[in-house]
């Protein structure tokens, strides 16, 4: 009896400790760095299938755990973690993100893939890898990120960058890339803007992803072949937090041209250096005026950036965002002011079978423009004159002017005051931006694998300006009217429409993903001008309505996954565009992409040296028609004018006369493309190498004609054949990975070869214009060239070494100096471009730095050229300044060596963009309502060195020619980020 009681009472012991030890734990998940909770985080007991994931709360709930399971977490971006259950059944969990993971989600067109899934060349940057500093404009976050993409941004406040991927594809057309916002796709804004992406905040952009080749390109058709850039902004979450971001910048223009001072300058017209002309030496004043530094003026910036986040009537996580931005720029009354409000709502409803995102942004920019030519009036003007006067007729500044008999002012031919110009005239815009988008996702209750997807955008900009002189300007004494006094108006529209079905399913070891859909967008702007309101002469307000463009496009694309190793990707698009005729209007494009997964095959599955290897091959064809008016297939007609008249009945009737007529196609860019992405040491080190050669067919440009063909010796038309080759190479390391020291470092490297292989008619094409004389030319399209090569006479030299004054080598040896002896010689585009990123945190600090390299581009000196010559020192009927460099050549006239590839050089570079340094307070003063607050305070420099052996101010120019740009300013950097 009592071995049948100790039975009963270990039977009931037992069950009880077994139900005391199926327990129930539940906890939050957050994001170690910025304390935010992590939505969809996987939550699984370990060697088990039992599991939960979090909520939009970043909160979860596990039923049957034992004292001694250990839980893991995992979250695509973050490193795995494992916990072991012990007394503590209310969990706070904190991941910590995982470099090597943090680009495993990629948006591509159209959907999103994965690294492990990606058989294009995408490459997509997060918030974490973005470049650092006084960022104004987005591009500028990707500055020497990616292999392949180069961004050139001028010193003006907010300016507008050219961004380049791959070279581009086009000759006359537009070479920039398709820019798509959360499935939007932008284009143009309004006049008086900056540029199309001056209006947004680099606050609100969570990731870009770069499509390069024509594979991942090929789902936008007609708009893929210079590359595109999705850009995803933030969204909203569930739990509270309030950020608050701020930054100031002092700024300023360091670099000078060598000019003579007023002292050298003296000395050298007393000189005489003129041969067979006399410098009226009475012309010289009494100051000593450095008339750069007079132009320049040091800037201070501020940014300020509002975050909220939480949920709205406790279901719609959202997100505002508030931005001001005042930026003076480092020329006199150059500024750039812009205030931006962007709110995100991404609710989701029946068991996320339906999800909606709702984005609407809208900005307000308030410009005022310096003139930046006031940059090259001040490298003449003349140092020996000052600045103002107070006897001046005009407003107190000094100008060169007389007096007749009369006293009546009569102006001086030759330069103006450049710092006169700048404060005399007020050249200003203000747009106002607005744009958005509605994306709704379904998926089928009946039908899980199935989703639809429809989103609708706009982006509407309208802007105004006014240009106004001072009635006391020099104009107004040269002139029957006062100066000017003009304004505009402005309004751009752009509304698309997508629509596509997305279907997921695997069937054995086959994954599919399949999507098929339809794509709609128009673009409309209209304005007016007031004309000079001061001139009676002037033809008074005009006012214009733009050709609508209607872009529309059927589009699909599938991928499959063999047994998670064999990849297959299809892409198809027929694009139709209103800019052609119905004969041209619409074109076929698609890819294909293979890749192959080789670290998964048994061989390597468990190398301890290769994490990941997969071998990529693509080939795809794109289109262009951007950058072509809408309206060049009609028949136009324009009329002549007051010369060109017909008599009838002995009446003079003002002629019609018909403006060239273009048969226009789209271009097509076709390219074939081996890539290789690497990871090894369990992805310590990751990276890609990619191979690939750009065709490009029927470029567009503006070609001569034949005689009598057309009303004009140029018409725009499709003229020939462009080849891009191109190698690149990217490498990721995490270099020290600790729980108090973290050190990341990227290197990535591009190699480019552009060439013209075919243009009609065998005809060279005469392009970048120059300032110095009258139509003067410097780059030629050219068969077997690269694009804008710089066509020059090749320059002679005495026993000396010293350059002969319009001495050039007979290239072709027919005993004549002509223009048949120009040859062709280097072009701007850097044979190899190269970017490095360090960044390194230790405990509480941080510290960051970029460097850019370009090697092998070519820059002409048109400073140099048109004005270090000595005959320049008579500027008309007074004394302008000169280049000092004029003692390096002893030139005399400008028509005589303009051409001369003296003035071609090499403007290879090293530069430090950006370098920071910061330290983060965590949990300053906590407040009970808020589960997490920081403070993060930094210091930092933007443009701190550069590295060149060009004699200009910087090596970095548009197009290859350096005509005095905006320059550059070095900026100090301060700031705080606040998060509650």
């Not at 979450?237 to 300058?265: C, K």
């Not at 529209?493 to 967008?521: C, H, M, P, R």
């Not at 994490?611 to 064809?621: E, F, H, P, T």
């Not at 550059?968 to 509650?980: E, Q």
């Amino acid at each position: 009896m009592n071995k049948i009681k100790l039975l009963v009472i270990g039977l009931l012991l037992s069950t009880t400790f077994t139900m005391f030890a199926q327990q129930t734990v539940k906890g939050v998940v957050k994001e170690k760095t910025t304390g935010d909770t992590l939505p969809g985080v996987s939550v699984i007991i370990k060697g088990t299938s039992n599991g939960s994931e979090t909520d939009f709360d970043g909160r979860f709930q596990i039923s049957n755990v034992k004292s001694g399971d250990v839980l893991v977490f995992r979250s695509l971006g973050y490193s795995e973690k494992e916990v072991t259950i012990g007394e503590t059944l209310d969990l706070l969990v904190e991941l910590i993100q995982s470099s090597e993971q943090l680009d495993e989600i990629i948006v591509i067109g159209y959907g999103t893939t994965t690294v492990k899934d990606a058989t294009g060349s995408v490459e997509s940057i997060t918030a974490k890898d973005f470049t650092k500093g006084n960022i104004v404009t987005p591009e500028n976050l990707l500055s020497g990120r990616v292999a392949g993409v180069n961004i050139i941004t001028s010193g003006a406040p907010g300016s507008g960058s050219q961004i380049r991927i791959r070279g581009g594809s086009s000759l006359n057309a537009s070479n920039d890339p398709l820019i798509v916002i959360d499935g939007l796709p932008m284009s143009g804004t309004a006049g008086g803007s900056r540029g199309v992406l001056a209006s947004i905040n680099p606050n609100d952009i969570e990731s870009f992803s770069v499509l390069k080749d024509a594979s991942a390109t090929a789902i936008y058709g007609s708009r893929g072949a210079n590359g595109v850039i999705i850009i995803s902004t933030k969204k909203g979450r569930s739990e509270y937090s309030l950020d608050y971001d701020y930054q100031m910048g002092f700024g300023e223009i360091t670099d000078r041209v060598s000019m003579y001072n007023a002292e050298s300058f003296r000395s050298l017209v007393n000189s005489q250096p003129i041969t067979g002309s006399m410098i009226p030496t009475s012309l010289l004043g009494s100051a000593n005026t450095n008339w750069q530094d007079e132009i320049y003026q040091k800037s201070v910036s501020t940014q300020h950036n509002i975050t909220i986040r939480g949920q709205v009537f406790k279901k719609i996580p959202t997100r505002l965002s508030i931005g001001f931005a005042a930026i003076e720029g480092n020329i006199l009354t150059s500024k750039y002011d812009r205030a931006t409000v962007a709110l995100s709502m991404n609710p989701s409803f029946f068991d996320d079978h339906l999800k909606v995102n709702l984005n609407y942004n809208r900005a307000f920019e308030d410009n005022r423009f310096a003139d930046a030519g006031q940059v090259g009036a001040a490298l003449r003007y003349d140092p020996t004159q000052p600045v103002y006067d107070a006897s001046s007729p005009f407003g107190g500044f000094y100008q060169h002017y007389t007096r007749d008999a009369q006293g009546n002012v009569i102006l001086s031919n030759g330069g103006t005051n450049p710092v006169a110009a700048l404060l005399q005239n007020n050249n200003n815009s203000d747009v106002f931006r607005q744009y958005g988008n509605l994306k709704v996702d379904y998926k089928f209750h009946f039908l899980p694998e199935l989703t639809a997807t429809v989103n609708v955008g706009f982006d509407k900009s309208t802007g105004k300006g006014t240009s106004m002189s001072s009635i006391e300007g020099p104009a107004s004494f040269n002139s029957l009217y006062v100066g000017n006094d003009s304004g505009f108006t402005s309004e751009v529209l752009n509304e698309s429409l997508d629509g596509y079905l997305n279907y997921v399913n695997t069937f054995g070891k086959v994954k599919t993903d399949i999507t098929a859909g339809y794509s709609y967008q128009t673009f409309n702007g209209s304005g007016n001008s007031t004309g000079n309101t001061r001139n009676p002469s002037d033809q008074g307000a005009t006012s214009y309505n733009a050709t609508p463009v209607v872009l529309i496009g059927f589009l699909a694309r599938a991928n499959f996954t063999f047994n998670e190793k064999y990849l297959l990707t299809l892409n198809f698009r027929k694009d139709g565009t209103s800019r052609f005729g119905p004969e041209n209007r619409w074109g076929n494009f698609g890819g294909a992409a293979v890749a192959w997964n080789i670290s998964d095959e048994e061989f390597l599955k468990n190398s301890d040296l290769i994490s990941n290897l997969k071998l990529r091959a693509s080939y795809g064809v794109n289109g262009q028609q951007d950058g072509i008016a809408g309206d060049l297939y009609l028949d136009r007609y324009r009329f002549g004018n007051q010369n060109s008249q017909y008599i009838f009945d002995g009446t003079p009737i003002q002629s019609t006369i018909p403006t060239e007529r273009s048969n226009l196609k789209w271009e097509n860019t076709a390219t074939v493309e081996f890539g290789l992405d690497y990871g090894l040491f369990n992805d310590k080190i990751t990276g890609s190498i990619n191979a690939f050669q750009k065709n490009s067919t029927d470029l567009l440009s503006n070609a001569p004609v034949a005689d009598g063909s057309n009303f004009t010796n140029r018409v725009l038309q499709n003229i020939g054949d462009l080849q891009v080759n191109g190698l690149e190479f990217t490498v990721n390391a995490d270099v020290i990975k600790t729980e108090d020291l973290e050190w990341n470092l990227n290197f990535n490297a591009t190699y480019l070869d552009k060439e013209i292989k075919e243009l009609a008619l065998n005809q060279d094409i005469t392009t970048g214009g120059i300032s110095g004389g009258t139509g003067n030319f410097i780059q030629l399209y050219s068969e077997g060239f690269a694009p804008n090569s710089f066509y020059v006479y090749k320059q002679l030299y005495d026993t000396a070494g010293m350059p002969i004054e319009g001495a050039y080598a007979d290239i072709n040896g027919d005993g004549i100096l002509n223009s048949q002896d120009r040859y062709l010689k280097e072009n701007p585009q850097a044979d190899v471009s190269l970017g490095f990123q360090s960044s390194l945190n230790y405990k509480n600090f941080d510290f960051a730095f970029n460097l850019r390299a370009n090697i092998g581009n070519y820059v002409y000196n048109n400073v140099n050229s048109s004005l270090a010559q000595y005959s320049l020192i008579l500027d008309q009927s007074v004394l302008g300044n000169i280049p000092t460099s004029v003692s390096n050549t002893n030139f005399l006239r400008t028509a005589d060596v303009i051409l001369s590839d003296i003035y071609l050089e090499n403007a290879s570079f090293l530069k430090m963009d950006n370098i920071t340094l910061g330290y983060t307070f965590d949990k300053i003063n906590p407040i009970n309502k808020f589960d997490f607050n920081s403070i993060r305070v930094w210091a930092g420099m933007q443009n701190v060195f550069t590295l060149t052996n060009y004699t200009g101010l910087d090596p970095e120019v548009f197009n290859g020619i350096d005509n005095t740009i905006y320059p550059r300013p070095r900026t100090f950097l301060v700031g705080a980020n606040i998060k509650f």
